[in-house]
């Protein structure tokens, strides 16, 4: 394993590593390189890192095929003959190769060889056994090896044996080679003699003998012996071209993935006949199969782009065709009319494939094509980047120039460029019809990675940077070549994938034909088979017959037997099937009557077992029905006495008699009628507590509307506890409070109304017209009386029912709560005072009336103290709102116009009259957010507490709240 600074220094190595048998391969890491691999040998070992775990895996794999490899290898140390020292002796390390022996300095500097002897036909080899050595001549070369082993007789043996093989292999590549050119002779598809032009150009071409075989061409001319012998051989493959080329009269060349073959005729017919023959070997030759090339092209194949044109019009499709091999491409188009490009090869006309077919069907199926014209195509491949190309050496320039340059490959030819610029000028370029594109080893150019693309006219040798990119370039390009040259390895899939198809279809229909024969000859045989059958079966029959007689007298004794031992035991199967289905069922009485009738049997003579077990389970049986039975009596006798104590205040007795007698399955009546009673009674007892509730709730708000239907309610039930006497007799001491009140209110009214009348009518018979004039503007009317006799009238106007009027009006706009009381008490004072100082004669009526107005603020005065005298606490209303008010979607605690209705009604005692309580609603809801918060809640009440009789609707929620939350 050698080692260099870069792939371009592969001259001098920087070091190497000997693989033995005894080496081994590890995946390792190291500080910042995950992807490392030591290589351990008796010798040294050696860490390296790849890029990635991928390469590290393709490395360990070489590596470890390189160890297997190294057990069947011959090296080692051994003595030299020659030299100046040591008397002409030296020790070196030897490696024995295919094709030559390399000794190096020891075994840590084998990358650099101190000499080598390459085998060829006329090495020989002398071997002395006794001395241990080993002579090797070349007769050719004039070259002498000679070399002395130690008293090691293995290892010479070994050596002499591997240098035997390979002497042995060249003088079979001899015989191979006479046993060729006989086989070529046999073989041959064509021969003659060509003129071929020398490999360095000139104008001299000499004549020589050609041997065209399926699979070469033999290149031949006779030797100092008069015998001929091969010169040259160029191998013919899918990939190798032939063309006619105009380097002189009627010459043609072949191109190859190695070298190019320029040869001439003598004739226009003859250079045809040679491409025509030379051109159908390439159609028919089979491609390498090791070669890394054609395996990475086929997998270009995946890649290939195909597309079909349409052409509507009957006028020049503006494609023009040129011929490669048996192909059509396209050489010349314009994209931009035709959507053909150049380069392209055609694949089918009007969805017929032609790949398989002559470039002479083809052009026939094309002529007098009528519209529309489907053509299919297959694009040439497409790649550009840069490479190092190696310049092209003058005459007398042995140094080799290597530069970069940027190559693009499309429309089947490779051009290539200083750079990438769209402006750069061309520097050189190589159509691909009639090229050929091999990979080349670091031997041949001194640097790795190397290709080269071969044309009839020109060279080009490329580098890559890695192994990925040369085999990328050079399979692209050779996939290229294959569409430029006509299809070359294409073709031969092709055909492989038309042979298959056609070897599937004959192989179905000799399937079928071979089922068909199978079938006829197996119908033969099994009528055959069928009548010896019957005549054998007859034969058979007879003496069937004879024996059968015999043996149907001993049946028919044996029958009878068995008939009769058959009969006593399905008796005794019969009974035991009865005595267990009806043990299966636990029926005592089916158990009782099975026995019996076994018993009675007179084919029975002893118990049989089921009979036996049939006792033990009837007896067990009818001793656990005995102990139910008195378990479901006591049951019965048990809950028939609980019903008969069973009470409201005492169910559970029944309960717990109830559930024993379901347990014991007791009669089903008394089990339904024990459950009815039991849902009566807790039924009663839930009705009794309900009304209870409700007596005591009434009791609580003392409100006269929620008493009297508790009580109703406690009579429609029957129901007379304490809670009834209680509830009736603060209902008649409500009703007494309430009447004794209304009557105080309705005296107070009738004193306040018949003094105010009194008042008025003194006032309405002393006015005057002008008194009259100025009442009638106070209540709206505009009047102008043209007469006394009108004032008068318009003075008996102003009459009592006008003053109850104004006095109605002012007590309405009182009772809204609001700040009408005083402003409205203030205008009314202001307006009887004006009235008596602009009309003296109403001197008296404004007194009145300022004193009437100056009562009704006083009585509003004595509604606020009496609201900011209440007893309901701010913190009461709290509580209120917070034992209705619900969270919504995580918002602030709120009342909806339901709860609020629930707390009215509780307040007021007032209930259905759904329109007042919307009312009241909206007079708390000042913001319109269809809910009450806390700040709303209690302000509305104290608004109502402000007005006149609110303060003791209010102090009524502070009662109901109380110490003990009864509303709550």
Request: glycine share 6%; net charge negative.
């Amino acid at each position: 394993m050698t080692y260099y600074v870069d792939h371009n220094s592969v001259d001098k190595a920087r070091g190497d590593l000997l693989l033995t048998s005894e080496a081994s391969v590890e995946e390792s890491t190291m500080p910042g390189r995950p992807h490392c691999i030591t290589i351990t040998t008796p010798f040294h070992t050696l860490i390296v890192a790849a890029k990635d775990a991928d390469e590290r895996a393709s490395w360990k794999g070489a590596i470890e095929e390189s160890i297997l490899q190294a057990k069947n290898s011959i090296r080692g140390y051994i003595t030299k003959k020659g030299g100046l020292v040591d008397r002409g002796k030296s020790r070196k390390f030897f490696i024995l190769h295919d094709a030559a022996i390399t000794w190096h300095q020891d075994h840590e500097h084998t990358s650099a060889i101190q000499g080598m002897m390459k085998f060829t036909p006329d090495t020989t080899i002398v071997a002395n056994d006794d001395k241990l050595s080993i002579t090797l001549a070349d007769t050719s070369t004039n070259s002498t090896l000679g070399l002395r082993f130690d008293s090691n007789s293995h290892e010479y043996n070994a050596w002499k044996k591997g240098i035997m093989n390979i002497l042995n292999k060249y003088a079979a590549d001899e015989k191979a080679t006479v046993e060729r050119i006989e086989n070529a002779y046999a073989n041959a598809t064509k021969r003659g003699k060509l003129r071929m032009r020398p490999p360095k150009g000139g104008d001299v071409w000499d004549e020589y003998y050609f041997v065209l075989t399926a699979n070469e061409i033999l290149v031949m001319e006779k030797n100092t012996d008069g015998q001929m012998e091969v010169i040259d051989l160029y191998e013919i493959h899918p990939n190798c071209s032939v063309f006619e080329t105009n380097l002189g009269h009627y010459a043609f060349e072949l191109v190859t993935s190695k070298k190019v073959l320029h040869v001439m005729s003598d004739s226009r017919e003859s250079t045809s006949a040679w491409i025509h023959a030379i051109r159908s070997s390439i159609a028919n030759s089979e491609p390498e199969n090791d070669d890394p090339l054609l395996q990475a092209a086929l997998a270009k194949l995946e890649e290939d782009v195909f597309y079909d044109v349409c052409f509507h019009e009957d006028k020049p499709l503006g494609v023009v065709l040129e011929r490669s091999a048996e192909w059509a491409l396209v050489k010349l188009s314009n994209f931009r009319e035709t959507g053909v490009s150049i380069g392209s090869a055609l694949t089918s006309i009007n969805g017929e494939s032609c790949i398989l077919k002559s470039y002479a069907q083809t052009i026939e199926q094309l002529k007098n094509w009528k519209p529309p014209l489907h053509l299919g195509f297959r694009r040439a491949p497409k790649k550009s980047g840069y490479l190092v190309k190696l310049s092209r050496q003058r005459r007398g320039n042995t140094q080799k120039n290597w530069k970069e340059r940027f190559f693009v490959l499309e429309e089947g030819r490779l051009v290539y460029k200083e750079n990438d610029s769209p402006d750069a000028a061309v520097k050189g370029e190589v159509p691909l019809m009639g090229s050929a594109v091999s990979l080349m080893s670091s031997a041949e150019t001194g640097k790795f990675f190397c290709f080269r693309v071969v044309s009839g006219v020109t060279s080009l040798i490329m580098q890559g940077v890695t192994m990925d990119e040369m085999m990328d370039w050079a399979s692209t390009l050779y996939h290229a070549i294959a569409i430029a040259n006509g299809g070359a390895h294409i073709l031969s899939i092709e055909k492989k994938r038309v042979e298959e198809q056609e070897a599937r279809e004959r192989a179905r229909e000799e399937a079928i034909a071979a089922r068909a024969r199978a079938e006829a000859e197996e119908k033969k045989q099994k009528e055959e088979a069928e009548a010896r059958a019957r005549a054998e079966e007859e034969t058979k029959r007879k003496a069937a017959e004879e024996e059968a007689r015999r043996r149907a007298v001993l049946a028919e004794e044996e029958r009878l037997k068995l008939e009769e031992a058959d009969r006593r035991q399905k008796v005794v199967d019969e009974a035991s099937g009865r005595l267990l289905s009806a043990m299966s069922q636990d029926d005592s009485a089916a158990i009782a009557a099975a026995i019996k009738q076994a018993e009675c049997l007179e084919e029975i003579e002893v118990d049989f077992p089921v009979l036996v077990q049939a006792r033990e389970h009837l007896a067990a049986l009818q001793a656990r029905e005995e102990a139910v039975r008195q378990a479901r009596e006591e049951a019965e006798k048990a809950l028939v006495a609980a019903s008969e104590n069973a009470s409201i205040d005492n169910c559970d007795d029944l309960t717990s008699a109830l559930h024993a007698g379901e347990e014991v399955s007791v009669d089903q009546n008394l089990i339904n009628n024990a459950r009815a009673q039991l849902l009566a009674l807790r039924k009663e007892k839930a009705m009794i507590e309900e009304v209870k509730g409700i007596l005591n709730s009434a009791i609580a708000y003392e409100m006269a509307p929620s008493l009297e239907e508790a009580i109703q309610t406690a009579q429609s039930i029957n129901y007379s506890g304490n809670e009834v006497g209680d509830a009736q007799r603060l209902l008649e001491r409500l009703k007494v409070e309430e009447a004794r009140r209304v009557e105080e209110e309705n005296a107070r009214l009738a004193a306040e109304a018949a003094a105010l009348d009194a008042e008025m009518a003194v006032a309405a018979a002393a006015s005057s017209e002008e008194e009259e004039n100025l009442v009638k503007k106070i209540e709206g009317v505009n009047l102008a009386p043209d007469s006394d006799e009108e004032a008068g009238e318009a003075g008996d106007d102003f009459d009592d029912d006008d003053i109850r009027a104004h006095e109605v009006e002012s007590l309405g706009e009182l009772s809204h709560g609001e700040s009408t009381t005083s402003v409205g008490t203030s205008t009314s004072t202001s307006t009887a005072r004006t009235l008596g100082s602009r009309c003296p004669s109403l001197k008296d009526m404004g007194r009145k009336l300022g004193t009437r107005a100056e009562r009704l603020e006083k009585e509003a005065e004595r509604s606020r103290v009496t609201a900011e005298g209440s007893i309901t606490t701010d913190e009461q209303l709290e509580r209120c709102f917070h034992s209705y008010a619900r969270r919504v979607d995580g918002n602030e605690p709120s009342l909806n116009p339901m709860q609020f209705s629930t707390i009215f009604r509780l307040i007021t005692g007032e209930k259905g009259n759904l329109f007042k309580e919307m009312q009241m609603f909206q007079k708390f809801d000042k913001d319109n957010n269809g809910c009450l918060y806390h700040n709303d809640f209690v302000h509305g009440w104290r608004d109502v507490a402000n007005s006149p009789g609110g303060g003791t609707i209010v102090d009524k929620i502070g009662r109901l709240i109380g110490e003990d939350n009864v509303m709550l």
